[in-house]
């Protein structure tokens, strides 16, 4: 089955019923953001953010959306809930974002995010946002180097691995 939008934390529970089963309770636990990459020397819009489902039902992105924040506070829309509509992340698995036209990875992105967004070196947070528009996960960092992510050297996964 795939789990739809909940509010966060484990207490929210998601109630399948079928008319050849019984009803089954799960309860679901927020998505992680688990690595962010700003940018390598190659260029600046070689960024990604991998989100992790640590669930053992698949969670549906329809309506999520994805957030960046500045130093000052200010939040705008980095992944659009456009761009992670009819998308989904396998029980257990990792969803890689990567910049639209931008990211490099050997890795293959599960979705993009427009060219006209960025990520910044420094003083940045993103912010992952459910349906229902409740955060989810929340990532920040005072300085990303070249080349690196939230945990040292970049080791991005996707929804196939």
Not at 64 to 71: E, L, V
Not at 76 to 86: K, P, Q, Y
Not at 123 to 137: F, P, R
């Amino acid at each position: 089955p795939t789990a739809g939008p909940t509010a966060a934390g484990p207490t929210a529970p998601t109630t399948y019923t079928t008319p050849s089963t019984p009803t089954v309770t799960i309860f679901i636990v927020p998505l992680q953001i688990t690595e962010v990459s700003a940018g390598t020397d190659v260029s600046s819009d070689d960024e990604f953010i991998e989100l992790y489902n640590p669930n053992s039902v698949a969670v549906d992105l329809t309506g999520y959306s994805i957030k960046k924040k500045t130093s000052s506070g200010s939040e705008s829309t980095l992944v659009s809930e456009a761009r992670l509509n009819g998308k989904s992340i396998p029980a257990g698995k990792h969803f890689l974002i990567g910049h639209d036209e931008g990211y490099k990875g050997s890795v293959p992105a599960d979705a993009t995010w427009a060219k006209s967004n960025d990520l910044a070196y420094t003083n940045n947070t993103v912010i992952l946002y459910d349906a229902n528009g409740a955060k989810v996960s929340e990532v920040s960092w005072v300085k990303i180097e070249k080349g690196q992510s939230t945990l040292g050297a970049p080791t991005p996964q996707n929804s196939s691995q």
